[in-house]
């Protein structure tokens, strides 16, 4: 896992220090040790592990200044792309949100062992805006839904200036055109569509920019949401 990490970071165009390779390592066996119990991921295999969670992850920082910024990773899972980004950038403010509480509790007892600091929240994203409302300044997400879905989930949290960076497959594209309506509507405009190739296949960032605020009828009841779609 150490040496695909070490040899896939200048692809990226990344140079960390070794504490934080070995940290990003240990927090990806982490994961595929708790993954024996918990059902966390289907990628466990080590060089997997390292190409297509940590440098996939890291990919965000490739992007953005995201030091001194408050970022929200929204159905965050095992912790990524959030904790990986924090681990390489600890300057970054982190707040790990997901719906499934053992997976938060694993993530809130695991986190401080490996010295990483991220706020835990369990709760549903359209119900945990309520107080968070426009308070980040990036929200990101990866394979939680469709962008039509994802946008109206991420960009109720994202203050006007702020950025949504939401990771895609191969069907990013397709997904864009069919979240022209939605980006419109929550008060967001395409800034930029970076793809990075990962093990052959190509992994993308659609970095949406919040333009205005978004109207305070978003997001609705995710069962409305799914059906629906904007």
């Not at 939605?182 to 990075?196: M, N, P, Q, T, Y």
């Amino acid at each position: 896992m150490r040496k695909t990490l070490s040899e896939g970071l200048p692809n990226l165009k990344l140079a960390l220090p070794e504490d934080a390779q070995e940290k990003l390592c240990a927090f990806g066996e982490a994961v595929v040790e708790q993954n024996k119990v918990m059902n966390l991921t289907a990628i466990t295999e080590p060089t997997q592990v390292a190409k297509l969670h940590l440098l996939d992850s890291l990919s965000l920082l490739t992007l953005e200044e995201l030091a001194g910024k408050r970022m929200i990773d929204v159905g965050c899972g095992a912790g990524f792309p959030g904790v990986p980004v924090k681990i390489a950038c600890p300057e970054v403010e982190l707040t790990l949100l997901d719906s499934l509480g053992k997976r938060m509790q694993w993530l809130e007892t695991v986190l401080p062992t490996l010295g990483v600091e991220a706020e835990c929240v369990t709760a549903r994203a359209e119900e945990a805006v309520e107080n968070r409302r426009e308070s980040y300044d990036y929200a990101t997400s990866r394979a939680v839904a469709r962008l039509n879905i994802l946008l109206e989930l991420t960009a109720p949290y994202v203050k006007v200036g702020g950025k949504v960076l939401a990771m895609k497959g191969t069907a990013a594209r397709e997904e864009l055109a069919e979240a022209k309506n939605a980006i419109a509507k929550l008060g967001l405009s395409l800034e930029r569509v970076a793809e990075f190739p990962v093990d052959g296949t190509a992994h993308t960032v659609i970095v949406l920019k919040k333009v205005a605020p978004t109207p305070k009828q978003y997001p609705r009841r995710y069962a409305k949401i799914k059906q629906s779609p904007l």
